[in-house]
């Protein structure tokens, strides 16, 4: 009579050793720091960024002379193109951002922090439409559209406000687009990972 030994399979995820811990919340630190960095470059361009603008509009206005009119186009497009400079870094930085959360998420499930970690439990769009993104989707295609209006107001005056407008649509559009893909691919992420969510069902 021969007998089968009984293989028991452990369920769920092996405990972490106590040194990839130690790497973990040290990797985790730093990303940290690497996040409220960037996030707070980001936002001292937010403040900063139409602070100048309006200031700089209103110094040329203050020396508005026939003689200075010819001189609004070159300036407008090079106010143009260094904000667009700013605009494509935000976008770059937005897309920063989403990545250091979601390592951030990974790592604090790692860690068993996911109901209480900085990047599990942030605070979420209110409204599911006003965040760091939508504010950055007003401020840069706003500039861009008074630059846009401070070059063509003498020149083609009846075709600047125009052009401003489609300016601004077209730079709202495509940043709180991009933040959409973005935060439609993380849904999805989510849905992919049945084990956290069962490990979260079971708590």
């Known amino acids: 009579m021969s007998t089968k030994a009984e293989v028991i399979v452990p369920s769920g995820d092996p405990p972490l050793s106590d040194e ?25 361009l ?6 100048a603008t309006s200031g700089g509009i209103f110094f040329l206005l203050n020396q508005l002379t026939d003689d200075m009119k010819p001189f609004f186009e070159p300036i407008g497009v090079f106010g143009f193109l260094i904000t667009f400079g700013l605009f494509s870094y935000e976008i770059f930085g937005i897309k920063k951002c989403h990545a250091l959360l979601q390592a951030g998420e990974q790592i604090e499930a790692l860690l068993d922090m996911d109901q209480h970690g900085q990047f599990a439990t942030r605070p979420q769009a209110v409204a599911r439409l006003m965040n760091e993104p939508f504010a950055a989707g007003i401020i840069y295609p706003a500039v861009l559209a008074a630059w846009v209006y401070v070059a063509l ?14 300016v601004f649509v077209a730079g709202f559009t495509c940043l709180f687009g991009y933040d959409l893909s973005l935060r439609k691919s993380t849904s999805r992420a989510s849905a992919d990972k049945p084990g956290k969510q069962a490990k979260k069902a079971m708590r």
């Open 46 to 51: 937010l403040a900063f960024l139409p602070l």
């Open 153 to 166: 107001a003498f020149s083609r005056p009846q075709a600047a406000i125009v052009m401003a407008g489609l």
């Open 20 to 44: 990839k811990k130690a790497h973990l919340l040290k990797a985790y630190e730093q990303l940290c720091i690497s996040y409220h960095a960037i996030d707070d470059f980001r936002a001292k």
